[in-house]
C-alpha cells in the first residue's frame, strides 16, 4: 500500500498537482478514520476528472513511454474507483449528476482542477488504506503466526 501510495503521489507531483494548495478535504487526510466521504456530485466530479485526464495523457505522446503508461494505468484505476462508487446512485439522477459535474469541472479554473484531483486521489488512497488496513496497525515487520 505504502508503495502504491508513493507512487500515485510521485505521478501527482509530476504532474504538478501537489504544488495546489489542498482544499480542506485534502487537509482531514492525516486522520484517515475521520475521513469525509465526498457528496453525491463529488463522486461525479472525480470521475469526470480522472476521465479528462487519462484521455488527456492518452492523446499526449510527447512524455516518457513509461512514465505515461504508469500514469495512464493509475488515472484508470481512480476511475474504475469513482465508476464503481456511481453504481450506487439511482439511474434517474446519474445523468443529471454527470452532466452537472462535467460543467463545474469545465468553468473551474486549472488550479481548482489540480487541487479537486488532489482531493480525488486521496480519498481513493484513504479508502484504500482503510481497505488495506483495517484496525489501522502498521503492517511492516509483521511476521504471520501459523501453526506447525
Do not use: K, W
Request: aromatic share 8%.
Amino acid at each position: 500500500m505504502m508503495r502504491l501510495r508513493a507512487l500515485i503521489f510521485a505521478n501527482v507531483a509530476g504532474l504538478g498537482l501537489a504544488i495546489a494548495p489542498a482544499p480542506a478535504l485534502a487537509q482531514q487526510q492525516a486522520q484517515p478514520r475521520s475521513a469525509v466521504l465526498p457528496s453525491n456530485p463529488q463522486d461525479f466530479q472525480c470521475f469526470a476528472l480522472m476521465q479528462q485526464r487519462r484521455a488527456a495523457y492518452i492523446a499526449n505522446p510527447q512524455a516518457a513511454p513509461a512514465n505515461r503508461a504508469e500514469l495512464i494505468n493509475n488515472l484508470t484505476i481512480i476511475s474504475a474507483f469513482y465508476a464503481g462508487r456511481l453504481t450506487h446512485y439511482p439511474a434517474a439522477d446519474a445523468a443529471a449528476q454527470f452532466a452537472s459535474a462535467r460543467s463545474e469541472l469545465a468553468a473551474a479554473t486549472p488550479q481548482q482542477r489540480d487541487a479537486f484531483a488532489g482531493v480525488c486521489t486521496q480519498f481513493y488512497l484513504t479508502v484504500m488504506d482503510a481497505l488495506i488496513n483495517p484496525d489501522g496497525q502498521p503492517q511492516r515487520g509483521q511476521q504471520s503466526q501459523q501453526p506447525r
